[in-house]
C-alpha cells in the first residue's frame, strides 16, 4: 500500500483524541530510542530521534533534557517563539515515563506536559490493551490500519499492484452485489 513515516501516521492520533493545541510535541519512547513529533496548527513540521542510553538511572530526567533542547531548537529554527506555550504529549504505552511529565513541566515555563498511560489509549483510541503492550510500534501500526495518510514515500511504480488489487476486490463485491440483486428480482 505504501511507506508511511511514523512522525505523518502519528498526526492521525491527534484527530482520535480530539486535541486541537496550536502547537503540541508529541513524545513516544521506541526500541531506536526517543521520538519526537513537533506539529503546528495540526500540520506535521519537525520530527526528532534520539537514542536512549541503556543502564542510565533515571532515564526521565535525559529524556527531559532533550525535550527542553528540542524546544530550544525549535526556537532557534524561529519555528516557535521562547514564550509561545508549547504542549508536551507523553505517549506512554510501556507505562514506564511516568515522571517524565512533572520533570517536563518542572524545566521550562513555556511547556505544559500531559501524559497517555496505557489505560487512556486503550480509552481514547480504542486499541486492545494487549496488542498496546506487544510492541512499541504496536500503537503506530494501529493508527496506520485505521487511516491511510496521503503522504507515501513509495512510488507509484511499487503501488501499483496493490491498486491493482483494491480494484479486483471492488470487481469482486459489484459482482456479488449484482448476484443478490438479480436473486432477490
Sequence with gaps: AGVFPLPVVSVALLKRLGLDDPQLLIVSKHSAGLRQTFVKDQSFRISRLTATRDGEHRPYE???????????????????????????????????????????????RSLRAMRLGPTDLVAKIGIDKATLQSSGDALPLYLLGLETPEFNLAPPTLTAGYSRHLASRAIYALTALAALAGLAW
Excluded at 525535550?67 to 506555550?85: F, G, K, Q, S
Excluded at 504529549?89 to 513541566?105: C, M
Design 62 to 108: 535525559a529524556y527531559a533534557e532533550e525535550i527542553r533542547n528540542t524546544r530550544m531548537y525549535l526556537d532557534a529554527l524561529n519555528v516557535t517563539h521562547v514564550d509561545d506555550a508549547v504542549t508536551v504529549l507523553i505517549l506512554d504505552p510501556e507505562d514506564s515515563l511516568g515522571a517524565l511529565e512533572d520533570a517536563v513541566a518542572a524545566g521550562r
